[in-house]
């Protein structure tokens, strides 16, 4: 049986309506593919403190936690993930890559244009077809 991995991701907008996008170092599972920015969910940890934790811990930035956007899990070869997707803002510090190879803000019309991991496809294709509003 697969293991299941319980994964927040962030949903972070920009004052330019645009949204953060994470390369996948080469060096991690899924190599080279995008990623909302985000982790494990921990034992004993609610899924708002894990990605405001997450984001700390690998973009440097402070956030603020707004609301569940998407959720969605995907069976990959090894293991099944539950991505949760939240919509948050940065409140605190510029985001710095320190797991990743790059960060890009992006227009929610031209996600569409980077290779995503499958697992955050779903959140793409929901992004894209929203329109931007405040706070998603």
């Known amino acids: 049986m697969k293991k299941t991995v ?3 991701a962030a ?3 920009n004052a330019q309506s645009e949204i953060l996008c994470a390369l996948r170092s080469p060096d991690m599972a899924l190599p080279n593919l995008w990623e909302f920015p985000g982790g494990k ?3 004993n940890e609610d899924i708002f403190s894990a990605l405001q934790r997450e984001i700390l811990e ?3 930035c402070t956030i603020e936690t707004d609301r569940l956007f998407h959720e969605h899990t995907h069976e990959y ?5 539950e991505l949760i997707c939240i919509t948050c803002r940065i409140v605190e510090g510029e985001p710095i890559p320190k797991e990743h190879s790059k960060l890009i803000w992006l227009k929610r019309e031209n996600l569409d244009s ?3 991991a499958p697992a955050d496809l779903p959140a793409v294709g929901t992004l894209i077809n929203q329109p931007t509003q405040k706070g998603l």
């Open 58 to 60: 690998e973009l440097s």
């Open 6 to 8: 319980k994964v927040v």
């Open 41 to 43: 969910v921990e034992a």
């Open 114 to 116: 980077l290779k995503w």
């Open 77 to 81: 070869e090894t293991f099944i993930i």
């Open 11 to 13: 949903i972070i907008e």
